[in-house]
C-alpha cells in the first residue's frame, strides 16, 4: 500500500451529516451526499460464484497503469485527480469501450480527455443480478465487474467529472462480503454488504478502496440511465437517502 492510501485508511474521520433535507426532485445531482445506501434488494450468490470460477477468462490486468502514473508524474497533476491501484482488475459487460471510455481529467488539460482504461467488452456474460436490476427498473448503460486482489488497494482520488452524467448515477454493487474497504472524507467507512446497492457520488468526494481479507472481493458496478429507469425505483432511492441520512420525512 502506497503512503496516500496508508494515510488515509488510518486516519480517523470526523463523520459527515448534510444539512438539506432530501427533496423529491433532482435527487440525482444531490451533490452533499457522498452515497446512498438501498439495502437488501439483489441477490448476489450464484453470480459471485460465477465470476470466481471464470475470473481468468473474464479479467485482465491494466497495462496502461504504468504509463498511465509515468504520465501524470510527468505533467505534474494533483494527486487525486491520478487514480493508482495495485491488484485491481475489471471487465466491461454493457457498454462500448469506444463511445464510453473514461477521460482522466485535469485542471490542466480539461479539453483533452485521457483513455482511462482500455478492456475486453464481455457482453457474453449474463448475471442473474442484471435480472434483478432490470425488475427493480434500475436501467443501467455501462455495467463492470472489479476485482480487487487480498492486498490491493485504490488510492484515494475524485473520479472526473463526466458531462451531463448526474452526480447519484454511479452505482456500486458488491458481489461478497467483506470488512468495510470503501473509504469516503469525510464521512469514514461505508459498511457495504453484498445484496445493497450503492449509488455514490464518486466525482465529489475523495474516496479509496482497500481488501484486508484474505479472498479477492468482487463489485458489479456502471453508471445508471436516470432518463430511462423506473419512478419506482427513483422513489425507493429517495426513500432509503432519507432513511440513511435522518433527514427529511
Known sequence: MNHYTKLFHDEKFPGYQPKNPVAEDDFW?????PFVEIPNVISTTKDYLDVKQ???ELFAPLDTQINREKNAEHE???????????GWEQCIVVG????????????TDRDQPKIFFDPTP???????????????GMT??????LALHPDGYVQPHIDPKIQQVPR?????IPLNDSSPSLKIWPHGYVNHRAGNIYL??????????????????YVLTGLIDTEKCSNDFYQLAVKSAKKQWSIGT
Open 29 to 33: 445531482n444531490r451533490h452533499d451526499l
Open 54 to 56: 471464470r475470473h481468468k
Open 76 to 86: 505534474n497533476r494533483r494527486w487525486y485527480f491520478t487514480p493508482h491501484s495495485q
Open 96 to 107: 462500448d469501450r469506444n463511445r464510453e471510455t473514461i477521460p482522466l481529467i485535469t485542471d
Open 122 to 136: 464481455h457482453r457474453d456474460v449474463l448475471f442473474d443480478v442484471r435480472a434483478q436490476i432490470d425488475r427493480l
Open 140 to 145: 443501467v448503460k455501462r455495467l463492470m465487474i
Open 168 to 172: 447519484l448515477s454511479y452505482f456500486w
Open 200 to 217: 455514490f457520488n464518486n466525482n465529489t468526494w475523495v474516496h479509496s478502496v482497500i481488501n484486508q481479507d484474505q479472498q479477492m472481493r
